[in-house]
């Protein structure tokens, strides 16, 4: 058990939100995968062939090995970039999870959230003077659950929106 439990608190599981992604990344990623699998199916055409001549180059092996690698190596990154690219907000921290990397944010250093309804996108900030933040990037539809579960977590966070006027006005002060 830890502290939180020992002291009465109930503990929220995990909330998980998938990462939106544009046509145009979905369209490079599936290319990636095409130009992978192509990549070990040439490399495996070539290695018959070699197999039935001279093999006893090791430059034209470690060429094998190398383009095998790769191949395999793209595949796997951009297969879990596909499946494994969501937003974790736990207990303490809010984990942007891009596929095989990970990065993680104490939930208390965010001091808001804000939602831009004209631009259709979701801030989170780490400071009063909105100069260190990052962009949500989920399904506009989860932006208020998104904003909930952190604040469920750290009742602190403040949550504003703008309206698409206001953006428009702001632009043009800039």
């Known amino acids: 058990m830890n502290e939180n439990e020992l002291q009465g608190e109930k503990l929220l599981p995990p909330k998980k939100f ?56 793209l595949g796997v990154l951009l297969t879990a970039i596909l499946i494994k690219s969501q937003y974790i907000v736990d207990e303490s921290r809010l984990t942007l999870q891009f596929g095989l990397i990970r990065q993680r944010y104490d939930l208390k250093k965010i001091c808001s959230v804000h939602h831009f309804h004209g631009a259709h996108k979701l801030a989170v900030y780490f400071d009063d003077y909105k100069s260190k933040y990052i962009m949500i990037v989920v399904g506009e539809a989860w932006f208020d659950e998104f904003a909930d579960a952190l604040i469920a977590r750290c009742p602190r966070i403040e949550v504003t929106s703008s309206t698409p006027e206001e953006e428009q006005e702001f632009k043009k002060k800039k």
Do not use: H
């Open 18 to 73: 998938p990462f939106r992604f544009s046509p145009l990344m979905l369209a490079l990623c599936i290319i990636g995968l095409v130009l992978a699998a192509a990549g070990f199916g040439v490399t495996t055409w070539q290695f018959v062939n070699f197999l039935k001549g001279d093999i006893s180059s090791v430059y034209e092996w470690m060429k094998f090995i190398l383009l095998y690698l790769v191949s395999i190596l």
